[in-house]
Each structure stands twice: as structure tokens, then as C-alpha cells.
Nanobody, 124 residues
Framework: QVQLVESGGGLVQPGGSLRLSCTAS????????MGWFRQAPGKEREFVAA????????WYEGSLKGRVIISRDNAKNTVYLHMFRLKPEDTAVYYC?????????????????WGQGTQVSVSS
């Protein structure tokens, strides 16, 4: 399995933007889908977005539509998460993961390989 490394997190003010990157140690071309999840302190890890290989199909958590964009560059073995108009409630550790090919895209159990995460803090 490939190793995943997230980057791009940091401290931003409300209303700001960030682009998170998830770079794999090997090719992601054969991976059906890649996903982003986040986990805030004291809360369960939750689905953010996913993107399927071989198509431009994307999925987003409903409340985040319009504020996040997921993209994929297989040539760079990288998946991105663009976030806009950030809110304090977006503060969390953001993780990328590889979809195992079965199950709902928004379910934790549908992913079999995870990165270490990158911290996003939104505060004034």
C-alpha cells in the first residue's frame, strides 16, 4: 500500500482559505477513489469529500458544499482539498485516505489506508 502524507494545514482567520495536499508514495491511478475526512477535538472523524478515479465525479458532505473542492492529479500522485470561507467549526485534523472499493464513500470503514493528518485551525 502507498503511504499518504498530508500538508498545507495551519492557522487561518475566519473567512480565509487553505489548500490541503495529500501526496502518496506511489501511484494512485489504480485507486478507485480518494477521500478527505476530518476530526475535531472530542468528536468522531467525519466525511468531508471524495473523488473517483477515471472520472470527474466528486462527493461532498452536504453542509460543506460551496466551501470545499476536491481535486486529483494522478501524475503527481496527489489529491487536493481547497477550502474557502473557513469557519471556526472547521477546526480539525484533516486526513486523506484510499477507498477500498466497497461501501459508502462517506463511511470510515470504506477506506483502508490513512495519512497522519494535517491540523487546520480557524480562529480570530
Amino acid at each position: 500500500q502507498v503511504q499518504l502524507v498530508e500538508s498545507g494545514g495551519g492557522l487561518v482567520q475566519p473567512g480565509g482559505s487553505l489548500r490541503l495536499s495529500c501526496t502518496a508514495s506511489g501511484s494512485i491511478s489504480s485507486i478507485d477513489a480518494m477521500g478527505w475526512f476530518r476530526q475535531a477535538p472530542g468528536k468522531e472523524r467525519e466525511f468531508v469529500a471524495a473523488i473517483r478515479d477515471g472520472a470527474e465525479t466528486t462527493w461532498y458532505e452536504g453542509s460543506l458544499k460551496g466551501r470545499v473542492i476536491i481535486s486529483r492529479d494522478n501524475a503527481k500522485n496527489t489529491v487536493y482539498l481547497h477550502m474557502f470561507r473557513l469557519k471556526p467549526e472547521d477546526t480539525a485534523v484533516y486526513y486523506c485516505a484510499t477507498y477500498r472499493g466497497l461501501g459508502r464513500l462517506e463511511s470510515l470503514g470504506s477506506y483502508d489506508n490513512w495519512g497522519q493528518g494535517t491540523q487546520v485551525s480557524v480562529s480570530s
